[in-house]
């Protein structure tokens, strides 16, 4: 099934979807529906290419890693919720650790074809991939309840600030506040990890 992307953290509307409902999509993905995984690739596919961009730096890698991602999301389906997981969570977790890998990857080949180059090798730090794991989880453990909430219905169900807040019972200036420094958390912890990219740039 070719998929085609979404534009970076765009606010995607299909059917009417809540995120909850997001979470019961992975069994019918598991049984191969591809209505189900559909929805749920136009759904979530925004914010993971923005996350992707942020750590990798390249548009076109992004979106190799981003397919990988969602053929990883059709094999791991049935396994979702054994956890209890929710779904913002289960996703951000699995993009760091296809992204990491993708670096480490990356070093390996640079370091290879230098050694057989006959070049010097450049000393680059280690990535510590249990440790970033650790970081990333705990940033998300971290987040309220309430704010996990609003972020998954910005961008797995698309809805407005307005619509949020008559969802959560909250101001719309509440949900554009929350949001933003619950969204600012994360993307700071991967700006401390060493990876940063400007909003909009890509290349």
Not at 106 to 113: G, P, Y
Not at 120 to 131: A, G, M, Q, R, V
Not at 153 to 173: C, D, H, R, W, Y
């Amino acid at each position: 099934m070719q998929l085609s992307r979404i534009p970076a953290l765009s606010l995607v509307r299909t059917q009417p979807s809540t995120a909850d409902q997001l979470g019961t999509l992975l069994p019918w993905i598991a049984r191969g529906d591809e209505a189900s995984f559909r929805l749920f690739f136009e759904a979530t596919n925004g914010l993971l290419f923005g996350l992707l961009l942020r750590i990798l730096r390249d548009t076109g890698t992004a979106e190799e890693v981003l397919s990988e991602l969602y053929e990883e999301v059709r094999r791991r389906a049935a396994r979702f919720g054994k956890q209890n997981e929710r779904p913002l969570t289960w996703l951000i977790l699995m993009a760091h650790r296809r992204a990491i890998e993708r670096l480490c990857n990356q070093l390996n080949t640079n370091r290879e074809k230098l050694s057989t180059s006959g070049g010097k090798t450049k000393s680059t730090s280690w990535i510590n991939i249990t440790e970033q794991r650790r970081l990333v989880q705990a940033v998300l453990d971290g987040i309220p309840p309430l704010h996990h909430r609003m972020i998954e219905l910005a961008f797995f169900s698309g809805m407005t600030n307005l619509e949020i807040a008559k969802e959560v019972g909250q101001s719309p200036a509440v949900v554009e506040a929350e949001l933003r420094h619950s969204m600012l958390q994360l993307f700071g912890l991967f700006k401390s990890m060493g990876f940063s990219v400007e909003p909009g740039t890509q290349t």
